[in-house]
Nanobody, 119 residues
Framework: QVQLVESGGGLVQAGSSLTLSCAASGQTFSSYIMGWFRQGPGKEREFLAHIYWGGGSTAYADSVKGRFTIARDITKNTMYLQMNNLKPEDTAVYYC????????????WGQGTQVTVSS
């Protein structure tokens, strides 16, 4: 049973930094892509970044490129999202997710962690 558990959200001021964590368990993820998404109030879910668990290559949405950094620690089976220079528009519930590198949709999701950025 795959389980993804996010943590690290909270209330911060604009310009601050925050690091989210996603603890993964239940199987070996070497053949998976792990991603971060968010959904702001009244908005659709938005892709932020992904990382190939095995090789470590990454990709980012233009909206966060240069401010957010995705990383993983294979020894801890944990993925991270370092967020810098946070803005009020970054306020959202942040989710981690996983899918096979073979293709298809993200089929494993965490429960989400709230990030609120005050101006």
């Amino acid at each position: 049973q795959v389980q993804l558990v996010e943590s690290g959200g909270g209330l911060v001021q604009a310009g601050s930094s925050l690091t989210l964590s996603c603890a993964a368990s239940g199987q070996t993820f070497s053949s998976y892509i792990m991603g971060w998404f968010r959904q702001g109030p009244g908005k659709e879910r938005e892709f932020l970044a992904h990382i190939y668990w095995g090789g470590g290559s990454t990709a980012y949405a233009d909206s966060v490129k240069g401010r957010f950094t995705i990383a993983r620690d294979i020894t801890k089976n944990t993925m991270y999202l370092q967020m810098n220079n946070l803005k009020p528009e970054d306020t959202a519930v942040y989710y981690c997710a996983a899918r096979s590198i073979v293709g298809g949709n993200y089929n494993y999701w965490g429960q989400g962690t709230q990030v609120t950025v005050s101006s």
